[in-house]
């Protein structure tokens, strides 16, 4: 999925840790694309990958998902725990207050996202959201499909074309900590 959102000229975005999150920006390094990494820090946890062009550490939560939203185009969310269920809600809610202009939001893995979705359709039944805020929500488990949606839902609407690759620092990112520096290598 990394490697495909790269080839269409989007950065690819990831909280910049292991697991899913390295995959992603792993993908997008093996096509020449751009990798950011917005990490938190957490003494227990999570260090930045290795396939990071650029990284943010950041103290809070709610700073991340400012900068996973202001500089998106479209999210794309994977298998996660209570933090990516927190961004979703939040990508959601933006678009759903029309805070943010309706970008395409992309769920990958449909089996896990099941109960999810049906308990939004609860909520559409019972007048909690809008029957049309379920369209919010792509849920696939295509990469193909995930890319024909963003690109119908995102680039085409808002004009995106393909930019050169820039080396300025576009989040006031500093160079990565020794210890993060490191583990890069």
């Not at 678009?95 to 609860?122: A, C, H, S």
Request: hydrophobic share 45%; proline share 3%; charged share 25%.
């Amino acid at each position: 999925m990394g490697a495909a959102i790269a080839q269409l000229g989007f950065t690819v975005m990831t909280g910049g840790g292991p697991g899913i999150m390295e995959a992603a920006n792993r993908g997008a390094k093996a096509v020449n694309g751009r990798s950011v990494g917005c990490n938190i820090e957490l003494e227990f946890e999570q260090h930045p990958n290795a396939f990071l062009d650029r990284c943010v550490i950041l103290h809070y939560f709610f700073v991340r998902k400012t900068l996973l939203v202001k500089y998106s185009y479209a999210f794309v969310v994977m298998q996660g725990g209570a933090g990516t269920l927190d961004e979703l809600a939040e990508a959601v809610t933006l678009i759903q207050t029309r805070k943010i202009k309706n970008f395409p939001v992309v769920v990958m893995g449909t089996e896990y996202w099941r109960d999810l979705l049906k308990m939004f359709e609860k909520m559409a039944g019972e007048g909690m959201i809008d029957r049309s805020d379920l369209e919010l929500i792509f849920a696939t488990d295509s990469v193909e499909k995930a890319i024909a949606h963003i690109r119908e839902k995102a680039i085409t609407p808002f004009g995106l074309k393909l930019l050169v690759r820039r080396q300025l620092p576009w989040l006031g990112e500093r160079a990565l900590p020794a210890r993060a520096a490191k583990i890069a290598r």
